[in-house]
């Protein structure tokens, strides 16, 4: 079991920045995928980005340029860079892990006022 808990969210102008972190309760060395998804209100769960036990990375491309995902094994943390923030990026943002199973976070809260 992979117990996740984000944090970094919150109430930002647009143009500025944020980092999310999502930190695991074991360690996430041998975890092969672990990502950022968000779900904006009537709107669907979406990929923003993801990066694998190697470092291999893919983001959306709404975010392409913007955003950066990283992972700090030793911390059992992985972050999302967030710069360039638009009004368009506000949502609730998920940490996903994929193990055998899918685990999730339980979410934090963007909001980017124009």
């Known amino acids: 079991q992979v117990q996740l808990v984000e944090s970094g969210g919150g109430l930002v102008q647009a143009g500025g920045s944020l980092r999310l972190s999502c930190a695991a309760a074991?360690?996430?060395?041998?975890?092969?995928?672990m990502g950022w998804y968000r779900q904006a209100p009537g709107k669907q769960r979406e990929l923003v980005a993801a990066i694998t036990s190697v470092g291999s990375s893919n983001y959306a491309d709404s975010v392409k340029g913007r955003f950066t995902i990283s992972r700090d094994n030793a911390k059992n943390t992985v972050y999302l860079q967030m710069n360039s923030l638009k009004p368009e990026d506000t949502a609730v943002y998920y940490c996903?892990?994929?193990?055998?199973?899918?685990?999730w976070g339980q979410g934090t809260q963007v909001t980017v006022s124009s």
């Open positions: 074991r360690s996430i060395f041998s975890i092969n995928v």
């Open positions: 996903h892990a994929r193990t055998v199973l899918d685990y």
